[in-house]
C-alpha cells in the first residue's frame, strides 16, 4: 500500500518510514542502513554496499527497490562481463535490415550492480557517465536515463579471493558507502526465525511521481553559509593530515552537503545542522580517501581520519 505524500516537509518523515517498514520485512538490520539509502537517493547520488559474503547486502537493495515502486534490474558483475551487457548495443533486426538500439539493464530507476569489484576495471568504467551524467552513450548516441536513476552496488572486501579494487575515479562517483556487518545476536535469532518461511512480500510504499518531488523538495532544504564553512573544514582537514595521499575533493565537499539536506527532509526539517554534516562525514568522506603507504602498513582506517576530522573541527558560529 503507497504511503500519501504530503507537500510540506514535516509530513515527509512519514513517508520515507513507510520504506524503512517495507525493507524491514526482508532485511533484519539497524535502521540507520535504510536511512542511509534513503538519504542517498534524495541526495540523487548512488551507494556503495561493502560485506562479506552472506550478510544480505542483496536482499536489502532488491527490497528498497520493490518499496520505491520503480522498475528494477540486476547485473551480476563477473571477469568477463563487458560494457555493451551493461549500456546496450545496436543489433541488426534481419526483418528490416536495420540496426535496432536493444537497450542495457542499466536503462532503469534501480540498477543493482551486485559485486561490482569482481569485474576489471574497464567494465566497470561503463557505469561512469550513467552515475555522473544520468546519460549513456552507445555507438556515438546519447541516451538519457529515466529519473530517478541509483545505482546500488555492492562489493566483497578486497581481500576476497578474485576481486579488483575499484578506482578511485569510481569511488568518487559514489555519494556514500554502507558496510554490512555482522548481525547483532538478536538480529541473527531472528534471521534464524525467518528462514524456511513463505517470503513476505514487499509492497511499493511510494509511486515513482513521489520520489521525484522529494528530490526537488531535497534540494530545496536550506543550508546557512557556516555550515557550508563547517563542510568545508572537515574536507580540508583530510587533505591537511599527514596520513593521507589524496584527500577528500571538492565533489566530496558537494556530496556532503548534499546529504547533509537529504537528511535534514528526512528528519522533517528544512535546514540544515551541523549534527547532519557530523553524521553523514565518515560514510560520504572515508572512501574517497587515499591513504599514505606507511599509514597502511600501520593499520590506520579511513574512517578513523574523518572521525578524527570531526572531533577536532570546531563548530562555530
Known sequence: MEARLSGEVSGV?????????EVGKVFVGPPETVELLLVAMLARGHVLVEGVPGVAKTTLVKAFAAALGSSFRRIQFTPDLLPQDITGTH???LKTNEFQLRKGPVFAHVVLADEINRAPAKTQSALLEAMQEGQVTIDGETHALPPPFLVLATQNPIEHEGTYPLPEAQ?????????????????ERRVLEMHGRAPVPVHQALAPADVVR?????????AE??????????????RRHGRVALGASPRAALA?????KARALCRGRSFVLP???????VAVLAHRLLLAPEAEMEGLDARAVVAEAIDRVPWVR
Request: charged fraction near 25%.
Open 13 to 21: 518523515p512519514s513517508a520515507l518510514a513507510a520504506i524503512a517498514r
Open 91 to 93: 543489433v541488426l533486426d
Open 171 to 187: 569511488l568518487d562517483r559514489f555519494l556514500c558507502r554502507l558496510v554490512v556487518g555482522y548481525p547483532a545476536e538478536a538480529e
Open 214 to 222: 522529494l528530490l526537488g523538495q531535497a534540494a530545496d532544504v536550506h
Open 225 to 238: 553559509p557556516e555550515v557550508m564553512d563547517y563542510i568545508l573544514e572537515l574536507v580540508r582537514y583530510t
Open 256 to 260: 556532503l552537503l548534499w546529504a547533509s
Open 275 to 281: 549534527d547532519d554534516a557530523k553524521a553523514l562525514a
